[in-house]
């Protein structure tokens, strides 16, 4: 089957860095996508990985490993508005998207 | 990245009666769009695939006679939901992606979402 594990909620200090991981199993795989998601919003983009490594984006990385199935996003310098879901998303081999529940993250000052 | 608005955003509705959910993409022709639907706290659900001029893929479990959708024109898809009840009450969004090509084109952009409240 398919399956997409991320921790439910993470909590970090303004200023501060975080990492949120992510493991997935689909029947096949074509990249992966984070994409933040605020309260009552739809969610909006942030990377896209197909190849092995780190993909760097101002504040925001993304890195995967194909051969372990796993993904992170970190976020650094983190800002009150950073506040919101990360979701993880992995394309299987018919390009379709496979949603996990996010993670939710919280910043504190 | 492409635009895509939905509307109404917010819509009340008594049980029993249909509500229409309007997708638009503003800023390129989409042959595919993507209706979701999310509970509190859950996960994005795939509900359809919907596709210009064709009829559309339903996942399994979901309702097609239920979830009308209609793709008539390459920048408007519509979700009608038929004889609501407040089991339906929900999130619903809406997506445009490119198909085909590289993976990167798989990329979706997401409409706003509409909260579906039924009474």
């Known amino acids: 089957g398919q399956n997409i594990d991320q921790p439910t909620e993470m909590t970090a200090t303004e200023g501060a860095i975080v990492q949120i991981n992510c493991t997935y199993q689909?029947?096949?795989?074509?990249?992966l996508f984070w994409y933040q998601q605020h309260a009552g919003e739809a969610p909006t983009f942030l990377s896209y990985n197909v190849l092995d490594g780190l993909e760097e984006k101002g504040r925001f990385s993304s890195f995967l490993s194909r051969s372990k199935g796993y993904s992170y996003l970190l976020l650094k310098e983190l800002q009150m508005k950073d506040s919101a879901s990360y979701l993880c998303?992995?394309?299987?081999?018919?390009?379709?998207?496979?949603w996990g529940a996010g993670t939710k993250l919280i910043i504190k000052p | 990245g492409a635009v895509v608005s939905q509307h109404p955003s917010r819509v009340i509705c008594k049980s029993g009666t249909s509500v229409k959910i309007e997708c638009r993409s503003l800023d390129f022709q989409a042959t595919t769009m993507f209706w979701y639907r999310q509970f509190p706290k859950q996960s994005l659900m795939l509900m359809a695939t919907?596709?210009?001029?064709?009829?559309?893929?339903?996942e399994q479990g979901v309702e097609k006679d239920k979830f009308l959708i209609n793709h008539a024109s390459l920048t408007l898809s519509t979700l009608t939901v038929t004889s609501a009840h407040p089991e339906d009450s929900s999130f619903y969004i809406c997506?445009?992606?490119?198909?085909?090509?590289?993976?990167?084109?798989?990329?979706?952009?997401f409409g706003p979402g509409t909260r579906l409240t039924v009474l």
């Open positions: 998303a992995p394309l299987d081999s018919n390009y379709q998207l496979i």
């Open positions: 919907s596709n210009e001029g064709s009829k559309a893929t339903y």
């Open positions: 689909t029947s096949g795989f074509n990249g």
């Open positions: 997506s445009t992606g490119t198909s085909g090509g590289a993976p990167k084109g798989h990329e979706q952009f």
